[in-house]
């Protein structure tokens, strides 16, 4: 057991370190286009400093980083409070997927344009009948030639409005059983088959959207892992987004619960238990998730595979994240709750954690038949 | 960053988990709660082991190892829930090596690492100590009050039995006066028993946990196993949840205890929090699920329940440790003039 970083991890953390002091990210702008703009310029940066995506292979733009310098990474962009890359989902989701099950040219035609924010990408799962039940997704994908012809609706996709790709997972066998029917596309976002609406969200913001879907085409060599092959693929997905940022947003949580911390010791009342049992339970929950989530990493990097706390991280993170939100609003009063206060914001986007990558009560379903071997749920 | 036990802990690990399976199943665990009397077969073959000494040093005739490897063991011990006066007698070791002189050392060390004078610690406000692990049978006591500690021979102390709940180990009321001061680090000597208690606990719940799991995949209802409703198996996530949870903060704590002593104050006061929540929650949790046969005496699962109630009450509570966590993570993040 070693609980601090190793002298190679640490040299890591200090060169991004120093790239970061020497490449501050900036003030991002108001206004959610104009937000984004700058979370589009701010990858670039990054991809052209080498910083994208540091987990990915060197050949595609990336470090060849280990699983600790993934997490330094993460955890080294939230300290300085670096906004989120405008391609996360590609990032994260989408490369990976690629490299898992692409053919050569799929990964020298897209991973590199994914880092370098040059086309985004969007995922598209989730419809109006198929949420947590993803397999009875309804959206169809039919043979045309060399083309596949595409018709049905989507919704809840992030960052569509911005999006190049949507990685696409459509129904091609209607006759096969539910998850054996399906296929993985890439999705060509820009031809009028496609509508994006927005829709707004309890933040008042429109981070996702529905996507009406007429007749699109989508040519054969986008098909991403074979034709019926489309669960596997996607779970593939599933599985990088649980992942994925988890070392990030436990450094984000960790500054919010600081300085609420702050917040409340300037006002004295750390005096009151009330106060301080909250705060350190708080701290606490901070603390066991950030420990659990390396303990997790030493597992996956000893066999292969994430133990039983690989699954926890992200469960724990959404209510602590939520907790923090409620705890600020119990402290500080009204102020918490006017419209420009921060943690106005977080009391409301919070609630988005526990669904959002598959729902708290999802995940358990995931744990107690994987990792605890119970039965399957009724 | 490697959480990862050493080939030597996995094997030490392995090795408890072997032993105790045969030493200490349930049945002995009951014999030992329902005669009073701990199994002193099985409390000499650990102390042959060397296991009561594992992290007193080597010039004190203990093994020399670290916090780690205590709490590797006392993890196994809380699984089996042991009957026996491992915990204390391991707990006063760890003061007295941390806070102790030499003198001390060398006269009270070697008969702790053997087992043959044993020593408990007791934390006592204006001269009372209300619940103290094992002080009848003790050489010695740790007396410790407002954070000073002093060694109180048994014979100078007025030592109370008392009747907990627990019946798996014996406790005791004890008074006491004066005695011989620890003049080195007494924080961070009751931080690392902390340490400690959390492994037992966690050991606690892992084995709750378990047994609520198998039993969840065993007992059918309604013509299916009962593990298959969600009511009963987001329950065994959540005893997952928080078993891990009070794991990685014990490892830290333990980890820090032997490698990054700064760490140690704040580690040791979240694995005893998170280990208390964690082995009342789970156990508590465990009896639900196994039903009526969870309420019966017979079903050993009470053995558990109760100790977790015990364990979590010694040392600091929980409640006085989330306190402490909130004002020393105040001081970090206050500006200071
Ligand atoms: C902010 C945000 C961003 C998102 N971005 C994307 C995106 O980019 N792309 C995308 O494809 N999707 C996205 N989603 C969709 C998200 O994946 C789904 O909302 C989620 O999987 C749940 O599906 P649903 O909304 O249909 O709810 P439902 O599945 O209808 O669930 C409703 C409730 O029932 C519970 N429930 C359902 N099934 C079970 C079960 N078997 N056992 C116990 N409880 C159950 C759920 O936990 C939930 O509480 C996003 C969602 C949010 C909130």
Redesign the interface.
Known sequence: MDLTFSTSELAFRDEFRAWLEANPAGQSPEGEDAAYAFRTQWQRRLYEGGWAAVHWPRQFGGRDATLVEAAIFYEELARVRAPIPANVLGILLGGPTLMLWGTEEQKDRYLIPILSAEEIWCQGFSEPDAGSDLAALKTKAVKDGDDWIVTGQKVWTSGAQYSKWCMLVARTDQDAAKHKGLTYFLLDMEQEEVQVRPLRQITGESEFNELFIEGARIPDENVIGGVGNGWKVALTTLMNERAGLAFGLQVALKIGLDKLTEQASARGLMDDPAVADKLGELHLKCEILRLTAYRGLSTTMKYGQPGPEGSLTKWMWSETNQQLAQAAVDILGPEALLSDSPWAYGLLRSRGNTIEGGTTEVLKNIVAERVLGLPRMR | ??????DD?HEIKRTARDLLTNRSPFERVREAAESGAYDEAAWKELTELGWAGIAISEANGGQGLGT?ELVILLEELGYACAASPFLSNSMAGLMIEHAGSDEQQAKWLPGIADGTATATVAIADQGVARLVPDAEAAAVIVFVQDGAATLVERGDAEVEALETIDPTRRFARVSASGGDPLTGDVEGGIARCEAALAAEMVGIAQRAMEMS?QY??DRQQFG??I????AV??R??QM??ET??????T??AA??AD??PVQLPLGAA?AK??ASDAARNVTASAIQVHGGVGFTWEADLHWLYKRAQLDAALLTSS?I???????A??A???PTA
Request: charged fraction near 15%.
């Open positions: 960053m490697n959480f990862d036990f050493t802990q780690v799991v969840a995949k299916t196993p593990g298959a409703y969600q198996s987001h065994c996530t997952l949840l891990e949870g009070a794991r990685s903060a490892y830290f980890w820090a490698s990054n979240m929090a998170a409640r440790q989330r306190r402490r966590i909130a004002h993570s105040a970090a993040v206050t």
